[in-house]
């Protein structure tokens, strides 16, 4: 009995058991995928180039059919360079527009990757290149430069085909080229990413993801070695995550076996494969780093996109079933709280993914932070456990996953939109500041402020956003490890000392446009035409090389639609310059009085205002942290081609002595009379409050159209702040307010402005509001001022329908739809809306609640 009960056990217990652990899932239909369209283009190159993991690319000969292309035929190519697959080796240059059309024989998701190099050659300069590369009518890439020094990198696209073509079309900007060295076009399994994904605020499912297109940005196994593409179910790349994961030791990696890994129903290896499920980071030792933590991934996004991410997790770590319960958050948002993979999962090792959509709108910010950690109240072991993350960026509503405009010339943001739109690298012109105080003064160019309007789009190629090849072979502070990943955390595009020089025409004394301690800012044009402000430091500055270079890194990691934008930087012999965008409409002040520019109605003044405070609630509360302007001053707001307010000029205090070396941190008070902080004074302690109080003056010199500080009117008056609050206590601001706005202007929309004026000016910094909560109070202004406009409207309308109605309306006439873009129409309200939703993070539900209920009258 005991013999058979032995045998019983071997024959059929163990072979069962080993099943659970290995077996079970294994070979089914749906664990491999043969792509029925497979298109891979060897661009340039004389013969066809089989990679290790067994594609053939096709050569140059037999790619030409797919590629209609009138222009010089030019190939380009070199015997060995740093590159990591042969087919970077070569590469087609276009000097105009051509285009690959391939034929579909399935619809559904495709795979597009872009291989790049700017190889040097004789014949043609690749890094000087510039172009866009459309597909049908999605933006891949707008105006993408790969700049001189650059290396390989590789873009990777999906798009669901409906079509039984699909074209990628290159066109060279004026006078330029364009380049390719490598194409793929590849189908992708039909479940790699289904209709409906997880928002955070609220959370909520949503549907729709299969009419969008994506672009990787991180592809991440965590606590793993990368994955090469041969390794892949479809042929992906799994970077490391170490890089991302903050701080280090917070986490501790853990491996299996991959063959122990299950997938259950419905998922499948070709989500991730196996070797991304059997490594992940679980929580650090918990007796150095407590028992309650954190283990964060930050990762760098342009918050004017909406993103798709997607979090791998299979329990490599628990003994038994229920015992791991863990939080994870997505944007400093609770995503999933109290996961329990034992009963999602239904097993130990077991394969479980999850998708969020997130976005600005949702209060998440850029660095994206994916955050495990353990649950405070759970019985069970306290740990938590990450083993994938993806993060995919969804294509706007212009439809372009590049920069902010459509194939069609549209902008996915109109004019001095509150939505969040060109990233860059925030300026900063305390780099140069040395020890002593600094005024900026800009000189107006008028013949320039006028031109401007006929370079509607010259800052677009210009954000060091994700097209651009963020490296410089020789700087010291690039860490390029891969140049795959790098341009969403690089430093700006390098100039080389010589360029910078021809830009501003030897730094010709007529083309300065701002002058200070620390140096000049010349305007100067870059790449043909392109206008650029270049700041260069004063060779006696105090302020030394290694300082930039940590200045540039801390600046680069502030990007804000709101900050004037960091382009680039030289340091070749010593020289410290850095390069931004050209605010080509000036200072907010040459705007409101002296200067007899055109007068700006109250709504856009609301909107430049939103926007600066949006830029300085950024630098308090954005990424970096604690970043106290301490200059706010209406000629520190810059105005550029479409009137989006920018803030510039920003020191580098941190909040408290954070920031090493004491050089940054003055003890002196800095900032500029009739703005300054009088807690700030008295006590020489700089909080973000001294901002919020300066920032209150900025509203006042707006509303009132004269300057802080006038020592030529009487007394009582000198001081704009002191004067116009005495008003404001009466009631009666309306009487000294810009005459041009009275009749103009909705008093219950600048009764809210005054408002919040009056809140900023509070003597004491505990009292004035956050800039957050000025945000909301201007936006509110906004919304009033809008309400009023559309009821106005509205009653023009009314006038006008009655006039006409006895005329016929020609059929097909588009009187219908024009009357859609008025502002205060119903499209408009319903932007308003989305940005609402922005700063409720900040004010509460509360007043969310105020705001909808006004929307909806
Ligand atoms: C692609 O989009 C079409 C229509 O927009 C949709 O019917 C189809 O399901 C989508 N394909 C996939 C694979 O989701
Ligand atoms: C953790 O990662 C390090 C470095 O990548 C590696 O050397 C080590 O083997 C890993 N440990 C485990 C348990 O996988
Ligand atoms: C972890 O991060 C989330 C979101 O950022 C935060 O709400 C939570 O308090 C953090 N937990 C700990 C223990 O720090
Ligand atoms: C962000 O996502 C929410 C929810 O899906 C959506 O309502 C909102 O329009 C999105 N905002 C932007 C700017 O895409
Ligand atoms: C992406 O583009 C498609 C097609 O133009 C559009 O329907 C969709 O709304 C866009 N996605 C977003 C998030 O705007
Ligand atoms: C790059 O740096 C190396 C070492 O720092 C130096 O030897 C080399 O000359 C530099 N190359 C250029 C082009 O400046
Ligand atoms: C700039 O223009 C000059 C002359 O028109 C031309 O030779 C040069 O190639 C152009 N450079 C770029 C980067 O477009």
Redesign the pocket.
């Known amino acids: 009995m005991a013999i058979l009960a032995v045998l019983f056990y071997v024959f059929i217990l163990v072979p069962s058991a080993l099943a659970a652990v290995g077996g079970a899932p294994a070979k089914s239909s749906s664990d491999s995928f043969t792509p029925p369209d497979n298109y891979l283009l060897d661009c340039g190159s004389s013969e066809q180039t089989t990679l290790d993991d067994k594609r053939v690319f096709l050569s140059d000969q037999s790619s030409r059919e797919y590629l209609n292309y009138d222009g010089k035929d030019l190939q380009v190519s070199v015997d060995k360079a740093d590159v990591p697959l042969p087919i970077y080796l070569s590469a087609k240059v276009f000097s105009s527009e051509a285009t690959y059309t391939f034929r579909m024989s399935k619809a559904g998701w495709h795979w597009i990757r872009l291989h790049l190099f700017p190889i040097s050659s004789n014949d043609a300069n690749l890094q000087q290149s510039k172009f866009t590369v459309v597909s049908d009518?999605?933006v891949l890439l707008h105006e993408f430069s790969p700049g001189s020094g650059s290396e390989w990198v590789m873009k990777e696209y999906l798009v669901n085909v409906t079509n039984q073509q699909l074209s990628i079309k290159f066109t060279p900007v004026k006078d330029s080229i364009a380049f390719i060295n490598g194409i793929e076009v590849v189908s992708a399994p039909d479940m790699l990413i289904s209709d409906v994904g997880n928002t955070l605020v609220p959370v909520a499912q949503t549907s729709?993801l299969t009419?969008?297109?994506f672009q990787t940005l991180y592809r991440l196994n965590v606590g793993g070695p990368k994955v090469e593409p041969q390794s892949d179910t479809l042929g992906r790349t799994w970077e490391e995550d170490r890089q991302y994961l903050k701080p280090e030791n917070a986490g501790k990696n853990v491996t299996v076996e991959p063959k122990v890994i299950q997938y259950p129903n419905g998922n499948s290896p070709l989500i991730a494969p196996p070797s991304v499920y059997a490594s992940a980071m679980e929580m650090g030792d918990a007796n150095t780093v407590g028992p309650n933590f954190n283990v964060t991934w930050s990762l760098d996004i342009d918050t004017s996109y909406?993103y798709l991410v997607r979090l791998h997790f299979a329990d490599i770590v628990s003994k038994s079933l229920n015992d791991l319960y863990f939080n994870v958050y997505v944007g400093g948002k609770k995503a999933i709280s109290g996961l329990d993979l034992s009963t999602v999962a239904g097993d130990l090792a077991s394969a479980y993914y999850k998708d969020f959509i997130v976005n600005s709108s949702m209060g998440v910010n850029s660095p994206l932070k994916v955050q495990i950690s353990p649950m405070a109240e759970a019985a069970g072991t306290k740990n938590a456990l990450l083993n994938g993350i993806e993060v995919l960026k969804?294509?706007?509503?212009v439809?372009s996953l590049d920069g902010e405009f459509g194939a069609d010339g549209k902008s996915a943001s109109g004019p001095s939109r509150g939505s969040v739109a060109a990233v860059g690298f925030a300026m900063m012109f305390g780099a140069f500041v040395g020890l002593g105080a600094m005024a900026v003064k800009w000189q107006k160019r008028p013949q320039d402020w006028q031109k401007s309007k006929s370079f509607s789009s010259w800052l677009l190629p210009l954000h060091a956003g994700d097209s651009s090849f963020m490296s410089s072979k020789n700087s010291s502070l690039g860490s390029r490890k891969s140049a795959f990943y790098s341009s969403t955390m690089g430093l700006g595009r390098y100039f080389s000392f010589a360029e910078l020089q021809e830009a501003s025409k030897n730094w010709d004394s007529n083309a300065i446009i701002g002058v200070g301690g620390f140096g000049n800012v010349y305007l100067g044009e870059i790449d043909n035409g392109t206008k650029v402000a270049i700041k260069r430091g004063n060779p006696q500055s105090e302020q030394g090389i290694n300082e930039f270079q940590t200045e540039i890194q801390m600046l680069s990691k502030l990007r804000h639609r709101h900050l004037v934008s960091l382009i680039g930087y030289c340091d070749e012999n010593s020289e410290m310059i850095l390069v931004y965008e050209y605010m080509s409409n000036g200072p907010l002040r040459d705007h409101l009085y002296g200067k007899d520019l055109p007068f700006l109605p109250w709504k856009q003044r609301l909107e430049i205002c939103i926007g600066a405070a949006r830029g300085l609630h950024y630098l308090h509360t954005g990424s970096a942290q604690g970043i106290i302007h301490r200059d706010v001053k209406t000629t520190n707001i810059l105005l550029d081609d479409n009137f989006v307010a920018k803030m510039a000029d920003f020191g580098l205090s941190k909040d408290g002595s954070t920031v090493e070396g004491q050089a940054y941190v003055s003890t002196a008070v800095k900032g500029s009379f009739g703005y300054l902080d009088p807690e700030y004074f008295r006590k020489q302690q700089l909080t973000d409050k001294s901002d919020v109080y300066s920032f209150g003056v900025v509203l006042l010199e707006v509303l009132c159209a004269r300057p802080a500080i006038n020592p030529a009117l009487p007394r009582e008056q000198v001081n704009l702040a002191e004067w116009a609050i005495q008003w404001k206590r009466k009631d009666l601001l309306d009487k000294i307010m810009d005459p041009t706005l009275v009749g103009n202007i909705n008093p219950e929309s600048m009764k809210k402005f005054a408002e919040a004026a009056e809140k900023c000016l509070a003597e004491y910094g505990v009292d004035r509001p956050t800039m957050g909560d000025v945000l909301w109070n201007l936006e509110h202004a906004l919304q009033l001022q809008e309400a009023s406009l559309k009821g106005k409207s509205e009653e023009e309308n009314n006038a006008a329908a009655t006039a006409a109605s006895p005329t016929t309306v020609t059929p097909g006439s588009t009187t219908d739809t024009s009357s859609d873009d008025r502002p205060g129409s119903s499209s408009a309200q319903s932007k308003n809306q989305a940005e609402v939703q922005v700063i409720d993070e900040h004010s509460g539900s509360a007043m969310f609640k105020q705001f909808a209920e006004l929307n909806g009258r």
């Open positions: 009518s999605l729709g009419q969008n297109s909406s969804i294509n706007n509503s439809n």
